[in-house]
């Protein structure tokens, strides 16, 4: 891994193609334009709810948990990479300022491991895809003014419950990105991540909170009823993400 700064990012990215690595809400709201989407996996990192969030997922009063990620010489963390178009002149400012600027994230480059499901291995192109890719990745370190670093899980999930911001409830950006991990690696191990979901869903349960009006997937008025004032505030990030089968807890 070696820290990149902005200004060298953009040399790079100025001649050739380039690859992101997400493994928070990019995974399923990347929310810029790209060639194609693989998912894959970093070895040397394990992924940790230990960054707070003032815009997105929570505010500066009560800021919310997302992810980053810490070194872990025998860690691998699984999400999904992105290729974009060297002509591409709006990616990189737009996630400056959503993963630098706002979230308090730093840039670096790492290997990617794409999976190898992703291609026919009988196709000699394919098996050159499957080899790894520089990438450009946004980790959150211990210096920037949002960390809040470990804590026990039960308090994690429990701030992730009380937790939203503009672009919606810290439980929505927690449960999709386990839904991502189910759906896209189910056979991948992230303890943290799902610990951390049974424990929200678990303490939910308790306050009679309703996951689905967390999520935005309760059911839209119909156009002769006035609209019921909102529980939560509209999604910012979420117009393109599928609605989830999720049952209300306290129906």
């Not at 800021?63 to 963390?77: C, H, M, N, Q, S």
């Not at 990617?112 to 026919?120: C, Q």
């Not at 009823?225 to 807890?249: G, M, N, T, W, Y």
């Amino acid at each position: 891994m070696s820290f990149a700064t902005e200004e060298n990012v953009e040399e790079v990215v100025r001649r050739e193609p380039f690859w992101v690595f997400g493994y928070g809400s990019l995974c399923w709201n990347p929310g810029f334009e790209y060639q194609k989407s693989v998912t894959g996996y970093v070895k040397g990192f394990s992924r940790r709810f230990w960054q707070g969030n003032t815009t997105h997922r929570g505010t500066e009063s009560k800021p919310g948990r997302v992810a980053t990620l810490i070194e872990d010489k025998e860690g691998v963390t699984w999400g999904k990479a992105f290729l974009i178009a060297a002509e591409n002149n709006a990616a990189l400012p737009y996630l400056s300022t959503r993963e630098c600027q706002l979230g308090g994230y730093r840039i670096y480059t790492v290997n990617f491991h794409p999976k190898p499901s992703f291609f026919t291995p009988s196709s000699s192109h394919s098996q050159n895809c499957t080899d790894k890719k520089d990438a450009l990745l946004y980790i959150a370190v211990p210096e920037n003014r949002h960390w809040l670093g470990a804590a026990p899980l039960p308090d994690i999930a429990k701030q992730i419950l009380e937790c939203q911001g503009s672009s919606g409830s810290n439980v929505e950006y927690l449960l999709r990105l386990a839904d991502f991990m189910r759906e896209e690696i189910p056979e991948a191990l992230d303890e943290h991540l799902f610990s951390l979901e049974r424990l929200v869903k678990k303490f939910a349960a308790e306050m009679r909170i309703c996951l689905r009006t967390l999520m935005g997937d309760a059911e839209k008025p119909e156009e002769n009823k006035p609209e019921p004032q909102a529980v939560v505030p509209s999604f910012q990030f979420a117009s393109r993400i599928p609605d989830k089968k999720l049952r209300c807890v306290n129906m």
